[in-house]
């Protein structure tokens, strides 16, 4: 599926966002805006090394795979498939792939804070039931 773009939206997939080991610019290939997002693909027994940002909190999301992430405290956490990890700027992490496959995340980042509940419904629409 080729990447398509729409008045307001993109789709796409991060098959069509470059191939082998590495960074997928998701940002840069949808359009975002309003925060950084990549997915990176690590090979198993890869190990980056630390990291660390002077502004930006990270959101890690395990879509493929096994990681082990560790942080500046020396705590290590085994995070498998649809896992969520939440990171300060300041705080030193590093991740690795320890499953027998490749390790596909998504990682997002950004700064400055929640928006808040800002949706709205269009005229003649009705919310969906259930807790919100």
Do not use: C, W
């Amino acid at each position: 599926m080729a990447i398509e773009k729409g008045d307001g939206y993109a789709v796409g997939n991060l098959d069509d966002m470059g191939e082998g080991p590495g960074f997928r610019k998701v940002r840069r290939e949808l359009d975002v805006t309003a925060f950084g997002v990549n997915a990176l693909v690590l090979p198993p027994e890869i190990d980056p090394g630390f990291h660390y940002h002077e502004q930006q909190e990270e959101l890690y999301f395990v879509h493929r795979g096994e990681a082990e992430f560790e942080f500046g405290d020396g705590s290590t956490h085994r995070v498998g498939p649809g896992g969520v990890v939440r990171v300060d700027p300041a705080t030193h992490r590093k991740f690795r792939n320890v499953g027998q496959g490749e390790l596909v995340l998504l990682v997002a980042g950004g700064k400055d804070g929640y928006v808040g509940r800002d949706g709205k419904l269009p005229e003649g629409e009705e919310r969906i039931p259930g807790p919100h």
